[in-house]
């Protein structure tokens, strides 16, 4: 009897192992962990509208008792209805921006709504949020021209940065400026064309390089960075003995110490490439548009 005592007491120890390794891969959520969610309140014969500070670019909805959608005409307004009189459980709404923020809501059933319109763009959250956030168009056309007017700004900016070049037969690609605005970025660049030979541009690219380590030895691996609008696209040949002032906007960004934003011109029909690298300490000076 004492040794049956003693075999089971051995599997009971065993069969107790496996839950407490289980529970040691659990860990608990802290206070600064958690984010807090917003009330919001939605009826069927009122339509409630949530201001965003910047353009919705994900949204879900916990529930089909829930109808909502973000608004064509002002991309960063989103408006939200309940599907039936019936009173429905508590459900949730999660909602990311254009600046890479995500705000979450609790949505109840209610008649008579407290509030029909949210404006989040007056408050503060996690002391960053934008002062100039206002209702924004989702017209395309009207996002092309704020962007065209951004560039043109960015072109005429005056020169802030005067070491980063590269020349080589008669050509100077040079960084003259690098601006951003919102979420975007501004890199004003300059070529100098000194040579006898007008220099017609193949291709422009930029990339992020990254230098890794194995060992004694060493490798680079590049990631292309697809630029979103090149300003001026369609001056394409830098004449002789003139210069032209081009700039690529990207999507904002910065670096680790060992990666370089590196930005490349090629020759149409010839051998004239030249490349710069910029590192993070450049990208981090970089001043509001």
């Known amino acids: 009897m004492k040794r049956i005592l003693i075999l089971l007491s051995l ?5 107790a192992q496996p839950a407490v390794a289980q529970l040691a891969f659990v860990l608990p ?12 309140q939605v009826s069927t014969n009122k339509t409630t509208h949530i201001i965003f500070p910047y353009e919705i670019r994900y949204a ?24 039936s009189q019936n009173p429905f459980l508590e459900t949730n709404l999660t909602v990311v921006t254009a600046d890479g923020r995500l705000f ?14 949210y404006d989040l763009t007056k408050i503060l959250l996690d002391g960053d949020v934008s002062k100039s956030a206002r209702v924004s168009t989702g ?14 700004l960015a072109m005429h900016s005056r020169r802030k940065i005067r070491h980063v070049g590269y020349k080589a037969m008669g050509i100077n690609l040079y960084l003259k400026n690098i601006l951003y605005k919102d979420d975007l970025m501004f890199l004003v660049m300059g070529i100098d064309n000194a040579s006898k030979l007008d220099y017609a541009i193949d291709y422009l690219r930029t990339y992020v390089m990254q230098l ?23 001056e394409r040949v830098i004449a002789r003995h003139d210069a032209i002032t081009k700039v690529i906007a990207i999507d904002r960004l910065t670096l680790e110490k060992d990666r ?4 490349q011109i090629g020759e149409e029909s010839g051998g004239r490439q030249l490349s710069i690298s910029i590192g993070p300490e450049e990208l981090a000076t970089a001043r509001p548009l």
């Open 11 to 15: 599997l009971a120890g065993l069969t």
């Open 139 to 152: 017209s395309q056309a009207r996002l092309a021209d704020n962007l065209n007017r951004q560039g043109e």
């Open 212 to 234: 890794k380590r194995v060992g004694e030895s060493s490798a680079t691996q590049d990631v292309p960075i697809d630029p979103i609008k090149e300003f001026d696209a369609s």
């Open 60 to 83: 879900d909805l916990g529930s089909k008792e829930i109808a909502g959608e973000a608004v064509e005409k002002a991309g960063n307004v989103f408006r939200l209805k309940a599907v």
């Open 260 to 263: 370089r934003l590196i930005v």
């Open 29 to 40: 959520m802290t206070n600064s962990s958690i984010r807090p969610s917003y009330a919001i």
């Open 104 to 117: 979450s809501f609790l949505l109840t059933y209610k008649d008579h709504p407290n509030a029909l319109t």
